[in-house]
């Protein structure tokens, strides 16, 4: 998670900020607590994902209010630090297992004679929930760590006013911050790299796909799934790379006091959440069949009240 700085926006620009937070955190929350309790637990990769989705969303909008709303939130220590927490575990939570959902479309649609890739895609369905407890185990370490850099330097930030010393306050904060964007950078591309090797092996495994069954004029089932997951891999890594211009956007822009490019960031990062669990939901039939049903059925109650 981005180390976050109080900006002097008038309370228009707050307003309108927590406006479009709010209305993005919302609908990210229901649309990833649609996923949950549709699947329940036959898609575990899923589940893990809408749950540490929907709590991120949960407490980036904790924070995100208190800080504009209740400024000095920011400064009672334990609150502060144990919202941070949570909401740097369950974002790093969502971008591994989103990566481990980009890999797990990979091995199981592509097709490659690789002795390993063969011994992968035999293996893969056990493997899941070793893959999902070690990322939840990779997200707690580092989430930890960047809470203790983050502490740190607001430990210090705080001793500045009596030490006087700016200009070495000032060496120890930089060293904090880089600190904490390495190692968020670090998550970052580790996850990215996976979802560009999943997207270029599911498209090299499609083209070769379709080179052999040009002469074939049926419906190929196996294209179908190749095309499907093609979507959903392909959509997560625009997005993906959009992310990962933000963070370095933020890297850029956080040491900078008045900066509305900070604004749009936030917006962005709200939004990824739950725009692509939309996306997952219109690439899996059983979640679109489920959100259709439940949309006809409030379209037709809410015919129903301005009939009555």
């Known amino acids: 998670m981005v180390t976050e700085y109080i900006l002097p926006w008038n309370l228009e620009h707050i307003f309108m900020a927590l406006a479009i937070i709010t209305l993005e955190v919302f609908a990210g929350m229901w649309i990833n607590a649609f996923i949950v309790c549709v699947l329940c637990i036959a898609w575990k990769i899923l589940l893990l994902l809408g749950c540490s989705r929907f709590w991120y969303l949960c407490f980036t909008w904790i924070y995100r209010f208190l800080s504009k709303i209740y400024p000095n939130f920011l400064h ?9 927490s949570f909401t740097t575990f369950f974002n790093y939570s969502n971008l591994w297992v989103t990566a481990c959902l980009c890999g797990f ?6 097709t490659f004679r690789n002795s390993f890739f063969i011994y992968l895609k035999v293996k893969i369905d056990r493997m899941v929930p070793w893959l999902l407890l070690g990322s939840e185990i990779l997200a ?16 210090n930030n705080i001793t500045s006013t009596y030490q006087g010393n700016f200009w070495e306050v000032t ?3 930089d060293k904090h911050l880089l600190s904490s964007f390495l190692l968020s950078g670090f998550v970052f591309a580790t996850s990215f790299m996976v979802v560009i090797l999943a997207a270029v092996s599911l498209l090299f495994s499609l083209w070769r796909h379709k080179r052999t069954m040009q002469t074939n004029s049926m419906k190929d089932l196996s294209m179908d799934a190749h095309i499907r997951a093609m979507k959903s891999v392909l959509s997560f890594l625009v997005m993906y790379s959009i992310n990962f211009v933000c963070l370095v956007l933020t890297i850029i822009y956080a040491t900078k006091k008045e900066n509305i490019m900070a604004l749009l960031i936030y917006i962005y990062l709200c939004a990824f959440p739950g725009v692509h669990s939309l996306i997952l939901i219109f690439s899996n039939p059983k979640l679109e069949k489920a959100l259709l049903k439940i949309l006809s059925c409030v379209k037709c109650k809410f015919f129903m009240k301005g009939e009555q």
């Open 140 to 155: 707690l370490v580092i989430g930890t760590v960047i809470g203790v850099l983050n502490e740190t330097l607001q430990r």
């Open 171 to 173: 060496i120890r904060k």
């Open 105 to 110: 479309y990979c091995i199981k649609i592509a």
């Open 76 to 84: 009672v220590q334990t609150m502060h630090q144990l919202v941070r």
